[in-house]
């Protein structure tokens, strides 16, 4: 019975190709917009590192200020990279270890376990674009 269920839901080849492209976009659009809040609420942002528990941590990593910068560079970047379907699997990557450190120092403090829990599921998410790529409509799969 379960089997027949799933066979039921197994969506056409070209739905599934859809759902590649839609995947990695709305995966995308959190750090493209997310990226953009880091150049246009930096101060916020700045405010909410110094309130976290972690912030003499990251003050020894380095400038908080820059480090906003940077990950929002790179968010913004390699957001866009993975919304085009371009070097999806670096994209993805790279966008994983710029979200690690932020999800540790941020995130892990009291009040902050809706930021947190989001963040680990969107890190699945880039390890399955990491692991599988860019998919259907993707300039990484496009015919020459």
Do not use: C, Y
């Not at 405010?47 to 940077?70: E, Y």
């Not at 790179?74 to 990279?81: C, D, L, N, T």
């Not at 966008?95 to 941020?106: A, E, N, R, W």
């Amino acid at each position: 019975m379960l089997a027949s269920i799933d066979s039921i839901l197994t969506p056409s080849e070209r739905i599934a190709q859809w759902a590649e492209l839609i995947f990695r976009i709305a995966t995308s659009l959190i750090f493209i917009i997310g990226g953009l809040g880091h150049f246009g609420r930096h101060q916020m942002m700045l405010d909410r590192m110094a309130d976290s528990p972690w912030r003499d941590t990251v003050n020894a990593i380095g400038d908080p200020s820059l480090l906003l910068w940077l990950s929002g560079a790179a968010f913004v970047v390699f957001g866009i990279a993975l919304a085009l379907g371009f070097m999806t699997r670096l994209s993805a990557l790279v966008i994983l270890l710029t979200l690690l450190p932020i999800t540790f120092f941020t995130h892990i403090a009291p009040g902050h376990t809706g930021p947190l829990f989001k963040n680990i599921a969107i890190m699945g998410a880039l390890i399955l674009l990491t692991a599988k790529g860019g998919g259907a409509f993707s300039i990484d799969n496009r015919n020459p």
